[in-house]
């Protein structure tokens, strides 16, 4: 257990509204990461942070956005849930050496 | 971009059994990790092998990076091993992990 924790762990929304998911840890880890699952296709990184306000991109990072104004806390907001962006939401932390670990997810679905 | 391929993508036995996973990956790697996901969806990391060979209880890991492959052996397979294995490589000063899509094992009683 690295600490990890979702919110919220499901949730429900309709298109066109924001969403903003919480990744929270309590072990200091500078690395953070958001990825998204889907039936077919494994894991695919969204975004990732490597400090407080240091943020980049991953292989699937439109319209996405990221915030961390703090090391415990890492956020991903949809501006505009839209009905693709259904998914379940993983954010990972990087432990020693260069392992990730994972928060329990958070299910998605946008009607 | 890095390809990763894993094999087979689904596999079914009977417990007790010993099974191979593979994983092929299309360019040089630095980090390689594999991930079990368990039927209630927690992904737990079972190793972190750019290279060589690590085991751990009835699991272990082999990667030949000059080959580009990677093997996780399950052995005498448990009902609690089911769920989806994933490989996951990184390449050279990047912090983007590419994943498999997985392999999917049953482990009947």
């Known amino acids: 257990d690295a600490g990890i924790t979702q919110s919220p762990r499901h949730k429900v929304t309709e298109t066109g509204t924001p969403v903003t998911l919480r990744c929270h840890q309590t072990?200091?880890?500078?690395?953070m990461y958001w990825y998204r699952q889907d039936p077919g296709h494994g894991l695919r990184l969204i975004h990732y942070s490597y400090g407080v306000k240091d943020t980049d991109k991953g292989e699937v990072s439109d319209g996405y956005s990221v915030s961390r104004s703090k090391t415990e806390d890492f956020l991903l907001t949809l501006e505009s849930a839209t009905s693709s962006q259904t998914s379940v939401y993983f954010c990972?932390?990087?432990?020693?050496?260069?392992?990730?670990?994972f928060g329990p997810g958070t299910r998605l679905t946008v009607l | 971009g890095i390809q990763v391929e894993q094999s087979p993508p689904d596999l079914i036995l009977q417990e007790g059994a010993n099974s191979t996973l593979r994983c092929n990956f299309s360019d040089s790697v630095n980090n390689l990790q594999w991930f079990h996901q368990n039927p209630w969806g927690q992904l737990i990391n079972l190793f972190y092998i750019p290279s060589g060979t690590k085991q751990n209880g009835r699991l272990s890991a082999t990667t030949v990076a000059t080959e580009r492959y990677s093997l996780l052996y399950i052995s005498s397979s448990q009902t609690t091993d089911s769920g989806v294995y994933f490989c996951?490589?990184?390449?050279?000063?990047?912090?983007?992990?590419?994943f498999g899509k997985g392999t999917k094992l049953t482990v009947n009683p």
């Open positions: 072990e200091n880890h500078r690395y």
């Open positions: 990972a932390i990087r432990g020693g050496p260069d392992t990730q670990y």
């Open positions: 996951a490589v990184g390449e050279g000063g990047s912090e983007k992990l590419v």
